[in-house]
């Protein structure tokens, strides 16, 4: 599977965003799809999971309330819908896929996702 984020961009805090991960090669219900983000002189770190069946999520105790992983199995497309944004959450933000055969199986761990693509920018002014 191949992927590709977008969506970022320079907002102010305060401001929402909603990034798209894109999926071709393979449907996004075979995989269990992760985003993470790094910021500089950090380590990549978990944002949000959704389970290949859809039925399991789970978001980052500092996103949670303000973000939201979802996907459009029709369009192939996994979202991070990001409300109430801080400046703390300046990092570039990547989407990974990653099998697991627990129909609820994540990580919140870049080792349990094996396929990543480049990442988008998010800048959140004060």
């Known amino acids: 599977v191949q992927l590709q984020a977008f969506g970022g961009g320079l907002v102010q805090a305060g401001d ?21 983000r790094q910021a500089p002189g950090k380590e990549r770190e978990f944002v949000a999971a959704i389970s290949w069946s859809g039925g399991n999520t789970d978001h980052a105790d500092s996103v949670k309330g303000r973000f939201t992983i979802s996907r459009d199995i029709a369009k192939n497309t996994v979202y991070l819908q990001m409300n109430s944004l801080k ?3 300046t990092a570039v933000y990547y989407c990974a896929a990653g099998i697991y055969s627990s129909s609820s199986g994540y990580s919140t761990s870049p080792t349990g996702y094996n396929h990543w693509g480049p990442g988008t920018q998010v800048t959140v002014s004060s």
Request: charged share 15%; proline share 4%; glycine share 8%.
């Open 16 to 36: 929402s965003l909603r990034l798209s991960c894109a999926a071709s090669g393979r449907a996004v219900s075979y995989y269990t799809m992760g985003w993470f």
């Open 87 to 89: 400046p703390e959450d």
